[in-house]
């Protein structure tokens, strides 16, 4: 049980970060548009804009692979209790 209660925070601590990251992203982005009088001219500021959108999509991107992994990992937790409890049903019957 001891290792379900270290995954289980692990997961929280990454799910901390993710949406850290997250926060950060979207920091980033709502700056990036506000940015307008900091370009010479329109030209530049459109191309900062699309830099910005495309590594803000690889960020998302990232995030949603992070997540996945850790919806994995959750599943897995749920899998060890599901077999601590199932293991502990048959040891009280045996």
């Known amino acids: 049980m001891e290792n ?3 995954d289980i925070q692990c997961i929280e601590a990454d799910m901390y970060e ?5 926060a950060q992203y979207r920091t980033d982005l709502i700056r990036i548009t506000n940015t307008r009088e900091l370009f010479d001219d329109e030209e530049s500021y459109i191309e900062e804009l699309i830099t910005s959108i495309t590594e803000g999509w690889a960020a998302f ?3 949603a692979d992070d997540i996945e992994l850790a919806e994995y990992a959750c ?5 060890d ?3 601590q409890t199932l293991s502990k049903k ?3 019957k045996g």
């Not at 599943?75 to 899998?79: F, I, L, P, Q, R």
Request: net charge neutral; no cysteine; proline share 0%.
């Open 4 to 6: 379900i209660i270290k």
């Open 18 to 22: 993710i949406r850290a990251r997250i």
């Open 61 to 63: 991107d990232r995030v």
């Open 75 to 79: 599943d897995n937790v749920v899998s």
């Open 81 to 83: 209790i599901e077999y």
């Open 90 to 92: 048959i040891h009280e």
